[in-house]
Structure formats: structure tokens, C-alpha cells
């Protein structure tokens, strides 16, 4: 916030504080916070509304039902959230059974009194820079530890016991011994809460977490696991005995969203989902354990499971082709260009990198001692080559000829131009460089040019 507008909130007897995520980003030393949150205290809305308008532009938010005002400084692009503070009075288990007060003369030390966590129940003042800690957040950042503000938070607003889980992970904290207590009494009401809100929450923890399976831990101590993923928390003591695994599935699952070389979230995605098709497809046999079909199971899982979060539909897509096509053969003899040119027509070009990063991390959760990447690493490297070969030919749209060029030498219109030009890319890709001509195609199919 401007240095000019602060001193306009402070001649109107208001006062600026940030609060928030941004304080205790600040506090920890991160990378400086993307998004900012503002209270002030001390000039009724209207009033804050009108200056503001001044600066910029200043809109109501949510029909001025929670006293939060939309704010971007003219001559910027960035949209901050500018609140009264305000109290909650709960209504009902849920995210937004909410009764909102919010009054210009509450003092910011019960503003943050209705939030979450105590690390992120802080506020900087913009003029003098102290701290308001209240809750001592300040304390449990230096210690480490994702504690609840209040013994009934969870209950007022269930999603929090999920922004614990997945702060902790991000975070590198423990989850407080009473907060996860807490956690585990309130861990049924988070059926009350909005899919897509879960989906969030799950997609921060993926992405910003370095060990993403921190965040599956907590929940599943908290009893939110079973809750919300019981296709991950089914995979427990799913024992592997054999020369492959040294893991029972849970286990190898956490290891693999780990040891995904990407942050994408599609990538970590499919790692967390990749083997939980594994319990419905065990079978055993005089006890030799086998679980063939799995990808195929745990691809149509996995789609279930991001359907019932409501994720975007291309997430939902990507992260099903991903866990269907990634039990491909691994051994050094069938790693060739052919093999890897037909992996890369069946997943397409785009998902390559995240297959490819897929098999990584199921080949480092192996819990074996002595895992080698000389395979993984050969498969990547002919996979780039095909990529991003000036000669590359994968789809028929990379033939040098196209249906009208058969119909103008007298193919007739129909199936059989398809036919025939998926004859010619089968015989192309065996040698592109040398086979992708106009007239060596025309050649193979028994076609001459018309002089």
C-alpha cells in the first residue's frame, strides 16, 4: 500500500494494517507473498469506500455483506482485498454458515481472534511496522507448529482443519497435539464442505509443498484422509512382495508424489493417484501377489476422484491418460524408437514430460536400495529426440501429403483416403528422414503423380 494512501487513511483516524498469509510469509522469510490483505480500523465503509475511490478503483465485495472492499491502485493491474474488521458468529457446520459483523470501531486484536491458525492470526501496522500477535504466531513460526486459534475453529469452519494439513506440509511444521485432537472430533463435517473448496486446498498443498506427502500424513491423522481420499487411504498395508517393491501401496504412493521431478500438478496428481487401483486388482495366488490391470482401474479411480472434487476437466483428462499408460515395459532391449514413437502417438507430446516424470518418482518409491535410472534415462532421452526432431512424424497431419492430394490422383472420396493415410504414417515412421516425401509416399501406396 502507497505511502500517500496511508497517510490519507490515517488523517481520516483510521489505521492500515496488513494481515494474513502476507505476515507470516514476511515473517518466515519466503519469497515476498503474491497476495495482500488489508484491515482497517477506524472509518465506517462508506467513508473507506469513498477515499479509496480516490486512489483507484473501489468496489463492494460480495454486495458489502462482509465489509471487504475490491481495491486496485490506478496506474496498477493488482487487486488487494481492503476489510473492516470484523467478528463471525457461526451458524451451522459449513464454510459458509457464517453470520458477518463488521464494524470500523473493533479493535484488530479481535479482528484476528475469528481466524484460523495463530500463524496466520497476525497483523503488521503499515506506518510503525510492528507486529500484533495476539495468539503468539510469531512463536509457533520459530517453533514450527500449525496450531488453531480457537479450541471450536474447526467446527465453526471445517475447511480450516485442511489449510492445517496443507500449511504444515508447505510449511515444513508439525500440526499441534490439540489441534489435531481437535481436527480428529471435527473430522466429519467435511462432507458439509464445497467440493471445489477441497479441491483447492488439496492443489496448494501438491504444488508448494517439497514432500506434498506431509499434507496425506496429517490428514490421515486428523481422519480427514479416509474422508476425503478413501482410495488413497484403502491402499494401507496393501502389502508388495516382491522384487519390485519394497513398499506396501500407501507407502509407495507417498514416496512417489515425493519423488515426481515436477511441481506440476498434473504430474503430482497422477502420482498420488497412479496405484489405487492396486486393492480392487490384487490377486493371490498361492502367495504370489500380482495386480494386473491396476492402471487401467486406477485411471477410471482417478477420474471418479477429480470428478468428485470438481477439478478442471483437461486436469481430469491429463491425470487419467497419465495413470492409464504409465505400466509401459522398462526392459533395456524394448527400449527403442519405435516402442517409445508409439508411447508418445497413444499419450501425446504435451503429457510427455509428465509421464516421463511420472516414471521417476514410481522407480525412486520403489523401497528398494539400489535403484538404477539408466532405462528411465534412455527412455527420456529417445522420447526428447522424437519431440523435438526437425524430421518428427507422429500424426497423420505430419505427412507430407494429405486427402487431397489422394482424391486429386483419384482416390475417391471416403474411408479409404483415412485407410491409406494411416497405412503411409505407419510406413513413415519407421524411417521419417528418409520416408517422408511426397513421392516415396505416393510410391508405397501404389500411386503415381499425375504428369
Given at each position: 500500500?502507497?505511502?500517500?494512501?496511508?497517510?490519507?487513511?490515517?488523517?481520516?483516524?483510521?489505521?492500515?494494517?496488513?494481515?494474513?498469509?502476507?505476515?507470516?510469509?514476511?515473517?518466515?522469510?519466503?519469497?515476498?507473498?503474491?497476495?495482500?490483505?488489508?484491515?482497517?480500523?477506524?472509518?465506517?465503509?462508506?467513508?473507506?469506500?469513498?477515499?479509496?475511490?480516490?486512489?483507484?478503483?473501489?468496489?463492494?465485495?460480495?454486495?458489502?455483506?462482509?465489509?471487504?472492499?475490491?481495491?486496485?491502485?490506478?496506474?496498477?493491474?493488482?487487486?488487494?482485498?481492503?476489510?473492516?474488521?470484523?467478528?463471525?458468529?457461526?451458524?451451522?457446520?459449513?464454510?459458509?454458515?457464517?453470520?458477518?459483523?463488521?464494524?470500523?470501531?473493533?479493535?484488530?486484536?479481535?479482528?484476528?481472534?475469528?481466524?484460523?491458525?495463530?500463524?496466520?492470526?497476525?497483523?503488521?501496522?503499515?506506518?510503525?511496522?510492528?507486529?500484533?500477535?495476539?495468539?503468539?504466531?510469531?512463536?509457533?513460526?520459530?517453533?514450527?507448529?500449525?496450531?488453531?486459534?480457537?479450541?471450536?475453529?474447526?467446527?465453526?469452519?471445517?475447511?480450516?482443519?485442511?489449510?492445517?494439513?496443507?500449511?504444515?506440509?508447505?510449511?515444513?511444521?508439525?500440526?499441534?497435539?490439540?489441534?489435531?485432537?481437535?481436527?480428529?472430533?471435527?473430522?466429519?463435517?467435511?462432507?458439509?464442505?464445497?467440493?471445489?473448496?477441497?479441491?483447492?486446498?488439496?492443489?496448494?498443498?501438491?504444488?508448494?509443498?517439497?514432500?506434498?506427502?506431509?499434507?496425506?500424513?496429517?490428514?490421515?491423522?486428523?481422519?480427514?484422509?479416509?474422508?476425503?481420499?478413501?482410495?488413497?487411504?484403502?491402499?494401507?498395508?496393501?502389502?508388495?512382495?516382491?522384487?519390485?517393491?519394497?513398499?506396501?501401496?500407501?507407502?509407495?504412493?507417498?514416496?512417489?508424489?515425493?519423488?515426481?521431478?515436477?511441481?506440476?500438478?498434473?504430474?503430482?496428481?497422477?502420482?498420488?493417484?497412479?496405484?489405487?487401483?492396486?486393492?480392487?486388482?490384487?490377486?493371490?495366488?498361492?502367495?504370489?501377489?500380482?495386480?494386473?490391470?491396476?492402471?487401467?482401474?486406477?485411471?477410471?479411480?482417478?477420474?471418479?476422484?477429480?470428478?468428485?472434487?470438481?477439478?478442471?476437466?483437461?486436469?481430469?483428462?491429463?491425470?487419467?491418460?497419465?495413470?492409464?499408460?504409465?505400466?509401459?515395459?522398462?526392459?533395456?532391449?524394448?527400449?527403442?524408437?519405435?516402442?517409445?514413437?508409439?508411447?508418445?502417438?497413444?499419450?501425446?507430446?504435451?503429457?510427455?514430460?509428465?509421464?516421463?516424470?511420472?516414471?521417476?518418482?514410481?522407480?525412486?518409491?520403489?523401497?528398494k536400495p539400489a535403484v538404477t535410472?539408466?532405462?528411465?534415462?534412455?527412455?527420456?532421452?529417445?522420447?526428447?529426440?522424437?519431440?523435438?526432431?526437425?524430421?518428427?512424424?507422429?500424426?497423420?497431419?505430419?505427412?507430407?501429403?494429405?486427402?487431397?492430394?489422394?482424391?486429386?490422383?483419384?482416390?475417391?472420396?471416403?474411408?479409404?483416403?483415412?485407410?491409406?493415410?494411416?497405412?503411409?504414417?505407419?510406413?513413415?515412421?519407421?524411417?521419417?528422414?528418409?520416408?517422408?516425401?511426397?513421392?516415396?509416399?505416393?510410391e508405397f501406396l501404389d500411386l503415381?503423380?499425375?504428369?
Amino acid at each position: 500500500m502507497d505511502r500517500d494512501l496511508i497517510n490519507a487513511i490515517e488523517k481520516q483516524e483510521g489505521t492500515a494494517y496488513l494481515v494474513g498469509g502476507a505476515v507470516r510469509d514476511k515473517l518466515i522469510g519466503g519469497p515476498a507473498p503474491k497476495d495482500l490483505d488489508y484491515v482497517i480500523c477506524g472509518i465506517p465503509h462508506d467513508d473507506l469506500l469513498s477515499l479509496l475511490g480516490k486512489f483507484g478503483a473501489a468496489k463492494p465485495d460480495a454486495g458489502r455483506r462482509f465489509g471487504t472492499i475490491k481495491f486496485r491502485r490506478s496506474g496498477t493491474n493488482t487487486t488487494v482485498d481492503i476489510a473492516l474488521p470484523r467478528k463471525e458468529i457461526s451458524t451451522g457446520s459449513g464454510h459458509y454458515n457464517f453470520k458477518v459483523e463488521f464494524d470500523h470501531s473493533i479493535p484488530i486484536e479481535q479482528d484476528l481472534g475469528r481466524r484460523d491458525l495463530t500463524i496466520n492470526a497476525m497483523a503488521q501496522h503499515l506506518t510503525d511496522k510492528t507486529i500484533v500477535d495476539p495468539y503468539n504466531g510469531r512463536q509457533d513460526i520459530i517453533d514450527g507448529i500449525v496450531r488453531a486459534v480457537f479450541d471450536e475453529a474447526f467446527k465453526d469452519d471445517p475447511l480450516r482443519m485442511l489449510r492445517a494439513a496443507q500449511l504444515a506440509s508447505r510449511l515444513g511444521f508439525k500440526l499441534d497435539d490439540k489441534t489435531r485432537d481437535q481436527a480428529r472430533k471435527s473430522s466429519y463435517l467435511i462432507k458439509n464442505e464445497p467440493a471445489e473448496r477441497i479441491y483447492d486446498e488439496l492443489c496448494k498443498g501438491l504444488e508448494k509443498s517439497m514432500e506434498p506427502s506431509n499434507m496425506f500424513r496429517h490428514m490421515d491423522k486428523m481422519g480427514l484422509l479416509a474422508r476425503v481420499i478413501p482410495e488413497i487411504k484403502r491402499c494401507q498395508d496393501v502389502k508388495q512382495p516382491n522384487k519390485w517393491h519394497g513398499f506396501d501401496v500407501y507407502e509407495h504412493i507417498m514416496h512417489a508424489v515425493d519423488c515426481v521431478p515436477s511441481v506440476d500438478l498434473v504430474t503430482r496428481w497422477a502420482a498420488c493417484l497412479h496405484d489405487i487401483g492396486k486393492p480392487e486388482t490384487m490377486t493371490n495366488n498361492g502367495g504370489v501377489i500380482h495386480f494386473y490391470g491396476h492402471e487401467y482401474r486406477g485411471s477410471e479411480m482417478a477420474e471418479e476422484v477429480l470428478r468428485r472434487f470438481k477439478a478442471p476437466v483437461d486436469i481430469t483428462r491429463s491425470v487419467k491418460t497419465l495413470i492409464h499408460n504409465h505400466m509401459f515395459e522398462m526392459k533395456m532391449e524394448a527400449i527403442t524408437v519405435k516402442a517409445c514413437r508409439n508411447i508418445v502417438q497413444r499419450v501425446g507430446e504435451k503429457l510427455m514430460p509428465n509421464l516421463v516424470d511420472l516414471r521417476i518418482g514410481d522407480r525412486l518409491a520403489s523401497g528398494k536400495p539400489a535403484v538404477t535410472m539408466g532405462r528411465t534415462g534412455l527412455f527420456r532421452k529417445i522420447v526428447h529426440e522424437i519431440i523435438y526432431s526437425p524430421n518428427r512424424v507422429l500424426h497423420v497431419k505430419d505427412l507430407t501429403i494429405n486427402g487431397a492430394d489422394l482424391m486429386a490422383l483419384g482416390v475417391p472420396e471416403g474411408k479409404i483416403i483415412g485407410e491409406m493415410l494411416s497405412k503411409a504414417l505407419e510406413w513413415v515412421v519407421e524411417d521419417p528422414a528418409h520416408r517422408n516425401s511426397k513421392g516415396k509416399i505416393l510410391e508405397f501406396l501404389d500411386l503415381g503423380e499425375k504428369k
